[in-house]
């Protein structure tokens, strides 16, 4: 079986097999066993609903408009708001 992983998760996942005592391949073997043993993934894998995304970003866009309207930003043009944003992405 062939697995194609990132590599720095591989790292990651490689170094933290070998502080359990056991290798990648043991790891990935009891994970198999596992599933077959209960017939189910051994988490939950799940993702929020479309509703609660929008919803969660409706609040956050609502919480950022109030903190603009409270510190007098709520009037910035679209330049200086992209500017702000450029700024914050080079960690300025």
């Known amino acids: 079986m062939t697995i194609r992983m990132d590599n720095d998760l591989k790292v ?20 198999a066993r596992t599933v077959v043993r209960n017939r189910r993934i051994p988490f939950i894998i799940e993702a929020p609903s479309k509703e609660e995304t929008i919803s969660k970003g ?16 709520a009037g910035m043009p679209l330049e200086e708001v992209n500017e702000e944003i450029r700024l914050s992405r080079e960690g300025r």
């Open 12 to 31: 990651q996942f490689d170094a933290l097999c070998d502080e359990f005592g056991m290798s990648t391949n043991t790891a990935f073997n009891i994970f």
């Open 58 to 73: 409706k609040a956050a866009f609502d919480e950022l408009r109030r903190l603009a309207i409270e510190n007098g930003l």
